[in-house]
């Protein structure tokens, strides 16, 4: 009875499935029709644009740390991350952060441009992964860009519990075992919307003019600097709040600063815009130490001494690279454990070698082993001749 159930519901899904099919075909392109008519009737104006949205720059809240772990970074315009190094106003190296503006940026800036949409289709999907692609359509210039996400299916974790799906095990550069763990919907869905944020805005801030930007960062930069005046002390905790909800604690934020005392309207700046970084998934605190290590002081470059002491251990290119990764962020302690490393090669005891090496001693070729030592050394002997059979002789007739 049941088969013949399925006998007569079996049929009536295509047809279901290809109306419903044509009804979603049918609205989207209704939709698009009615976007290119609206965006020839009304026209994108940039100066409206930017009047609009630099009276959002102006709002304190908009370009504020909210310190609301549900939504931390929602308020963030701006966001940086550590490229490089340079030299400040005193000649002393620096990390350079790089600043860009955010995906909230974006989400604000987007209905103000006007005539312009960010879509996301799926693509399709198989047993190890989803696929989508964000679209984004400028309805004025009649010109559609697109990028994909990819959406795995599974996680990877050290510890597991009893209700976790194990797909696999690998081994991972500590030689730790990983565990990779089938995912649930929520957590693909949290890793798509990480995704789409990121896309989205690359798509939409691609589609702003330059000097747009420029001038929407100088006025998040003013109306920060206003609101820090106002009030220091709010400010510091604020920032303070937001670092401790990415796992980040007052202790290391005076570490890396190098200094206890209140902070400068610069580093509240630079601080903001890392925090913003952090909490947006473009860097990690570990990035920001290394790149602070490897800027030095300006009296030393740390990065090139390691690169002297490996150089004493002849590692090879993989014993370099693991070792260093074991000592991300710790660049003075990884400098220490090879001094130590380079010490006990020397056998000086674990201390470094105060006086000069000594020169390499020659060492002499090794004779081969004599069998009887009372034996007389055999006598040099010439070359045996080597004979060669005489041409021949033509017989005389």
């Known amino acids: 009875m049941t088969d013949n159930a399925l006998q007569v519901q079996q049929p009536a899904l295509p047809a279901y499935s290809e109306q419903n099919v044509s009804m979603v075909q049918q609205l989207a392109q209704a939709q698009i029709q009615s976007a290119y008519i609206m965006a020839e009737r009304h026209p994108r104006d940039w100066d409206v644009a930017e009047q609009k949205i630099l009276k959002e720059c102006r709002r304190p809240q908009f ?14 315009a701006m966001y940086g991350v550590p490229r490089g190094k340079k030299q400040d106003e005193n000649g002393k190296w620096v ?8 995906i909230r940026f974006a989400e604000m800036a987007l209905p103000h441009i006007k005539n312009a949409s960010v879509d996301l289709w799926p693509m399709g999907e198989d047993e190890q992964q989803r696929v989508f692609r964000v679209v984004r359509i400028d309805y004025e210039s009649n010109v559609a860009e697109g990028e994909i996400i990819i959406v795995p299916k599974t996680v990877e974790r050290k510890s597991t519990k009893d209700s976790d799906i194990v797909v696999a095990t690998r081994k991972n550069s ?15 869905e949290q890793a798509k919307l990480v995704q789409y944020s990121k896309r989205k805005r690359n798509l939409v801030l691609s589609m702003i003019p330059g000097w747009l930007k420029e001038a929407a960062k100088a006025q998040i930069l003013e109306t920060q600097r206003a609101v820090d005046a106002q009030d220091p002390d709010a400010a510091r905790k604020a920032i303070y709040a937001g670092f401790a909800h990415v796992g980040v ?7 890396y600063l190098g200094h206890s005392n209140d902070l400068s309207p610069a580093e509240m700046e630079d601080l903001r815009v890392l925090y913003a970084g952090i909490a947006g998934g473009h860097t990690t605190w570990k990035e920001i130490i290394a790149a602070k290590e490897e800027s030095g002081d300006g009296s030393e470059d740390l990065d090139a001494l390691i690169n002297a002491e490996f ?17 991300i962020g710790r660049g003075k302690d990884l400098l220490e454990w090879l001094q130590g490393e380079v010490a006990k090669k020397q056998n000086n005891g674990g201390k470094q070698p105060e006086s000069k090496p000594e020169p390499a001693k020659v060492e002499q070729p090794k004779q081969a ?23 021949p002789v033509a017989e005389e007739w």
């Open 174 to 188: 500590y030689n730790e075992t990983v565990h990779i763990i089938q995912a649930t919907n929520e957590e693909m």
């Open 369 to 391: 082993p004599i069998e009887n030592e009372d034996a007389e050394p055999p006598a040099k002997q010439d070359p045996k001749p080597v004979h060669t059979a005489p041409p």
């Open 63 to 76: 370009c504020a740390i909210d310190p609301d772990p549900k939504k931390y970074g929602s308020s963030i």
């Open 95 to 102: 990390p350079n952060i790089v600043r860009d503006l955010t």
């Open 311 to 327: 150089e004493k251990l002849e590692n090879t290119a993989a014993q370099v690279r693991k070792i260093k990764a074991k000592y």
């Open 249 to 255: 604690s007052v202790e290391d934020i005076k570490s």
